[in-house]
């Protein structure tokens, strides 16, 4: 069955830069979306954006405009998550989701930290 | 920007006792195409959220028929007929036109 399989966690300082891959299986890749969520610790869901897995186009948040980039390589069935100018409150899990609501993968902890 | 409002914010429910979660948006979600893209997750401790319901009413495959979803316009709600132990953590609503926007989320636990 479909899956995404995300890649492990990653500490980083503040004003680095992270990126997050996330690795589809079960499906064919390119005929879906992947958008990207993120969960601050104890808190909600949070939307960042998404990217049409088939041409490559994105759409952000406004909340995250100049500061993240959603990619993809087809050949890899895989997509990336690049944050930029991280701050403290950028610790959360980083979640990348099928379009459509399903699947997830398992989480990225990205901790940011002096 | 659509705001998505749960109430309540916790539940503890009895085993076998039903249960029931509102979400209201702050405008309507019936969308052009006549579809309400409404959705329901659970996110139970240290997993990500699992998808119930979408569309407003349509169980997702394998879920369980004691979950069901209703409502239409901005008023919705998520009823579990018969609550079991396994349905504890938290529950979101979520909208996903044009991005996607949860709702705070509700914590059901078992009395």
């Known amino acids: 069955q479909a899956q995404l399989v995300q890649s492990g966690a990653e500490v980083k300082k503040p004003g680095a830069s992270v990126k997050v891959s996330c690795k589809a299986s079960g499906y064919t890749f390119s005929s879906h979306a992947i958008h990207w969520v993120r969960q601050a610790p104890g808190q909600s869901l949070e939307w960042m954006g998404w990217?049409?897995?088939?041409?490559?186009?994105?759409e952000y948040s406004q909340k995250f405009q100049g500061r993240v980039t959603i990619t993809r390589d087809t050949s890899a069935s895989t997509a990336y998550m690049e944050l930029s100018g991280l701050r403290f409150e950028d610790t959360a899990v980083y979640y990348c989701?099928?379009?459509?609501?399903?699947?997830w993968g398992q989480g990225t902890l990205v901790t940011v930290s002096s | 920007d659509v705001v998505m409002s749960q109430t309540p914010l916790s539940l503890s429910v009895t085993p076998g006792q039903p249960a029931s979660i509102s979400c209201k948006s702050s405008?309507?979600?019936?969308?052009?195409?006549?579809?309400?893209?409404l959705y329901w997750y659970l996110q139970k401790p240290g997993q990500p959220p699992q998808l119930l319901i979408y569309?407003?009413?349509n169980r997702f495959s394998g879920v369980p028929d004691r979950f069901s979803g209703s409502g239409s316009g901005t008023d919705f709600t998520l009823k579990i007929s018969r609550v079991e132990a396994e349905d504890v953590g938290v529950y979101y609503c979520?909208?996903?036109?044009?991005?996607?926007?949860f709702g705070q989320g509700t914590t059901v636990e078992i009395k």
């Open positions: 979520m909208h996903s036109v044009p991005m996607w926007t």
């Open positions: 569309e407003v009413s």
């Open positions: 990217s049409n897995a088939g041409n490559g186009n994105t």
């Open positions: 989701v099928r379009g459509g609501g399903d699947p």
């Open positions: 405008q309507s979600l019936m969308q052009s195409d006549g579809k309400t893209y």
